[in-house]
């Protein structure tokens, strides 16, 4: 137990050297470094002013046998003791306590704890949004704001306060930004944000911006189309009310237009089919639904069948896993995606490559489970191609 005590003073000597290297070294910004010292004031006057330091705090004979008559007086012990042979020294003074001298001992600590609080999640936040909200903020603290948002909003907690801090209006206020690096960290935040999180998606939806964000996903600098398309990701997965406003922000013209071209970036072009992929999921999931037009619209097939034949297999693969849930549609016509689409002459293609990849020796494990879900695809594909024809057994 009292190992424990002087344990907690030297954890406090840690807490205070990381905090000054941490300080020290620029990675905090003057704006956080004001709520680390919680009062704003400078360290040395925050621990001066904690309590009247007495004139005998410091006198090394009266440290040990009666408190610390001052934080102060504290402080320098456990810094001075820091020393591995005055630790040894200290270790020993501080067994021969009485319990009431350690609780008394605790508590100065626990007070000392208060004061040099590190700011919560939620005032660091704060300190972001408002330099967000600050219209002569330079180009490069605006993108450091929103790197800090970035990271602070994955904890599901600090994504649900983002709003109530004015966080949300700050960021999508950012989509309008001249920068597009700026507009690309806005919306990669936002979709960070609600990423699987009802209550964000619905946040963001409410204000209205999916459009914003389909047009972002077009926009000629690639980072920001890609963020872009994250974000209206994150928004309608798994979130009907999400689906439907994409739906009737034509959305699903957005994707085909995507798909249909292949100038548009790679990555833009893979996220796009496995959103694809994921809106056949859910219209899968929620069978009481109409299904939508857009998935039997035999051009859009065609585009993403076509993708099986691109040169990059990610791209093949998520087209493939697209596929499949496509074809388990009630209203998707089987004879159409061979006749239209030539999925049939894909999937040969595709199987007669993935032989070939699977004995070279660095692609093989992957050819070996695309093989597995080609051949998924295949079943499902025949099997729905010859209902209603009765194939002799
Ligand atoms: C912090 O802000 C200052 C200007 O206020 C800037 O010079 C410095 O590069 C910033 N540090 C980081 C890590 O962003
Ligand atoms: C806004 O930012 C500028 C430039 O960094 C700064 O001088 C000013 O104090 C900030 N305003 C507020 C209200 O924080
Ligand atoms: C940001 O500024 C707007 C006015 O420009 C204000 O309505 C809003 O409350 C501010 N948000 C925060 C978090 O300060
Ligand atoms: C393909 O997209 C590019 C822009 O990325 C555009 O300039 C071009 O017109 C598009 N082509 C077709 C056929 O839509
Ligand atoms: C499919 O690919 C063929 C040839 O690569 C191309 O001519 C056709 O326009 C593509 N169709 C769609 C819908 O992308």
Redesign the pocket.
């Known amino acids: 137990m009292r190992v424990v005590r002087l344990s907690l003073i030297l954890s406090i000597v840690v807490v205070i050297s990381a905090a000054m290297a941490w300080a020290s070294d620029g990675r905090v910004n003057k704006s956080a470094l004001g709520l680390f010292w919680s009062t704003g004031k400078e360290e040395g006057e925050l621990l001066r002013n904690s309590q009247p330091a007495e004139p005998e705090a410091l006198d090394d004979n009266n440290e040990l046998d009666g408190g610390f008559s001052s934080l102060d007086g504290m402080l320098q012990w456990a810094i001075g003791h820091s020393d591995p042979a005055k630790l040894k020294e200290g270790a020993k003074s501080v067994q021969r306590l009485s319990d009431d001298d350690l609780k008394r001992r605790q508590i100065e600590i626990k007070e000392l704890m208060e004061k040099l609080k590190m700011p919560s999640d939620a005032e660091l936040m704060k300190v972001a949004i408002?330099d967000l909200n600050?219209s002569?903020?330079?180009l490069e603290?605006r993108l450091r704001a929103l790197e800090e948002l970035l990271t602070l909003v994955e904890p599901i907690d600090n994504a649900n306060d983002l709003n109530k801090l004015g966080g949300l209006v700050a960021v999508i206020r950012q989509l309008d930004n001249a920068e597009p690096d700026v507009r690309k960290l806005a919306a990669w935040v936002l979709g960070k944000a609600c990423q699987n999180n009802p209550v964000v998606q619905k946040q963001v939806l409410d204000f209205g911006i999916l459009a914003k964000l389909l047009e972002m996903v077009k926009s000629d600098a690639v980072e920001e189309a890609n963020k872009a398309l994250y974000a209206v990701s994150a928004l309608v997965r798994n979130n009907l009310n999400g689906q439907e406003n994409f739906y009737a922000e034509a959305g699903d013209l957005t994707l085909k237009d995507i798909l249909s071209n292949s100038t548009f970036d790679i990555r833009l072009r893979r996220k796009c089919v496995f959103l694809i992929g994921d809106l056949a999921e859910s219209q899968l999931e929620n069978a009481d639904q109409a299904e939508l037009p857009f998935f039997r619209d035999h051009v859009f097939l065609k585009a993403i069948v076509n993708l099986t034949s691109s040169d990059d297999l990610d791209l093949q693969e998520k087209a493939l896993a697209a596929i499949k849930s496509l074809l388990q549609l009630r209203t998707i016509d089987a004879s159409a995606l061979k006749d239209f689409c030539a999925l049939d002459k894909a999937l040969e293609r595709m199987r007669l490559q993935l032989q070939q990849l699977m004995e070279e020796e660095d692609q093989s494990d992957y050819a070996k489970d695309v093989e597995i879900l080609r051949r998924e695809v295949e079943l499902i594909f025949y099997k729905k191609l010859n209902k209603g024809i009765q194939v002799p057994t």
Do not use: A, F, I, K
């Open positions: 408002d600050n002569s903020l330079s603290d």
